[in-house]
């Protein structure tokens, strides 16, 4: 079965830094674009960024160019997020999703499997 789980998440000041992982399992990780999705009290879904397949290409929202990076290791089967300079607006649920499409989509609901989330909170 296909599983995704995040790790890493937990309480940070303002300005300081973390670094979220996904491990997956159950499909060929290689041949599934990865992302990162959020989600805050009662808002949607958002998403956050995205790595192809091969992790040549990146695709990032633009309220966190600049201070996340996307990345994967497709030996680990897990994908990462690196978060600096973190905000506020930043605390949300933080999700891994795969999509075995090619097109990096922002949509939610094009991406075929989730984790449960890991909880992301920024003090100020």
Request: glycine letters at 10%.
């Amino acid at each position: 079965q296909v599983q995704l789980v995040e790790s890493g998440g937990g309480l940070v000041q303002a300005g300081g830094s973390l670094r979220l992982s996904c491990a997956a399992s159950g499909f060929t990780f290689s041949t599934y674009a990865m992302g990162w999705f959020h989600q805050a009290p009662g808002k949607e879904r958002e998403f956050v960024a995205a790595i192809s397949q091969n992790g040549a290409r990146t695709n990032y929202a633009d309220s966190v160019k600049g201070r996340f990076t996307i990345y994967r290791d497709n030996a680990k089967n897990t994908i990462y997020l690196q978060m600096n300079s973190l905000k506020s607006d930043d605390t949300a649920v933080y999700y891994c999703a795969a999509d075995s499409s090619i097109f990096l989509s922002r949509a939610p609901k094009t991406w075929d499997y989730w984790g449960q989330g890991t909880q992301v909170t920024v003090s100020s």
